[in-house]
């Protein structure tokens, strides 16, 4: 077994009026699996409407036993059908070898599985190869892989297909090519399903149409600081400093950690909301060089300067 470990991939959709509900719930199953014998750790990535409408998540473990292990455990049971009034349809979970990276290493992934008629595996392979073949010529294509069935645990064919942009796995997935494999795939095929899983690019910043590249970290630093800074010094100034060390008498590390944590929560918010009306200046292309490039960079620190000068008008 590789030392890399392996990965529990799974892919969920809570019904519409439950997101909360199943986000307690997902809350309490990492607790409880963050004592599970060969755990290491757990990403979380939520939807990404319109492209991801499933939440993803990837559970790392020292080996294949363990992974094996928790999700036949009484624990994993009985989150499982607890959960189970809280989704729509099933999920799809399968084990990967290593730490999940194939399902994360590009701006989006199509997760495919199969589930092949008895005795008709070696036509699957055989056709398998084919379509492999196809889409790396697809353009935008970044990589495959191919993960088979594991007894008593994953009765399908896992294929995870990557590529740089939503449109160019759209192109792919919608391309002629693809529907006429698939049509021959009929004959061998007992169940077949698709998923995306859009996970290259920070989650907070927007992924612009048909650009490959993202915003250079420059430009996210900028927008983040323009968030930053803002909220940073309006809880210290009314929160922070007066209630939290003034009248509760909270330590500062305390006071200022309790700080932290609101400012990044507030930013998730935030930083995408301000992403897309910077989504012009965001884009790759859009380098400093260049008058949209410049014009952004110059909005921000006009911005930066009102700031400033309101907040000392302020004080």
Request: proline fraction near 5%; glycine fraction near 6%.
């Amino acid at each position: 077994m590789s030392g890399a470990g392996t990965t529990i991939v799974t892919q969920t959709r809570p019904a519409p009026d439950h997101e909360d509900a199943f986000a307690a719930w997902q809350t309490e199953t990492s607790r409880i699996i963050a004592g599970f014998a060969g755990f290491v750790r757990q990403t979380v990535i939520p939807p990404s409407p319109p492209t991801q409408v499933d939440w993803l998540i990837l559970q790392h473990f020292v080996d294949h036993d363990s992974a094996v292990a928790w999700l036949k455990s009484d624990a994993r049971q009985a989150r499982a059908t607890e959960v189970q009034a809280l989704v729509v349809g099933h999920d799809d979970i399968h084990l990967v070898a290593g730490d999940g990276s194939q399902a994360m290493a590009s701006p989006v992934s199509a997760v495919i599985s199969t589930r092949i008629k008895p005795g008709q595996e070696s036509a699957y392979l055989r056709w398998e190869q084919r379509i492999a073949a196809a889409q790396a010529q697809s353009p935008g294509f970044q990589g495959y892989r191919l993960e088979p069935p594991i007894p008593g645990v994953q009765d399908d064919w896992l294929a995870i297909v990557r590529f740089d942009t939503d449109e160019n796995l759209k192109v792919w997935l919608n391309s002629r090519a693809r529907q006429e494999l698939l049509k021959e795939s009929v004959a061998f095929t007992a169940e077949f399903h698709t998923r995306i899983a859009r996970t290259g690019f920070d989650q907070w910043f927007d992924v612009t149409k048909g650009h490959a590249a993202a915003a250079p970290a420059w430009k996210q630093n900028m927008l983040v600081l323009l968030m930053l800074y803002p909220v940073v010094f309006l809880f210290g100034t009314f929160v922070q400093t007066p209630w939290l060390m003034g009248r509760w008498g909270i330590a500062f590390p305390v006071a200022l950690f309790i700080g932290n944590l609101v400012s990044i929560v507030l930013l998730n918010y935030l930083v995408p909301w301000t992403s897309r009306r910077f989504q012009w200046w965001l884009q790759a292309a859009a380098a400093i060089t260049t008058w949209s490039g410049l014009a952004g960079v110059l909005a921000i620190l006009a911005l930066y300067a009102i700031m400033i000068l309101a907040f000392c008008w302020l004080l």
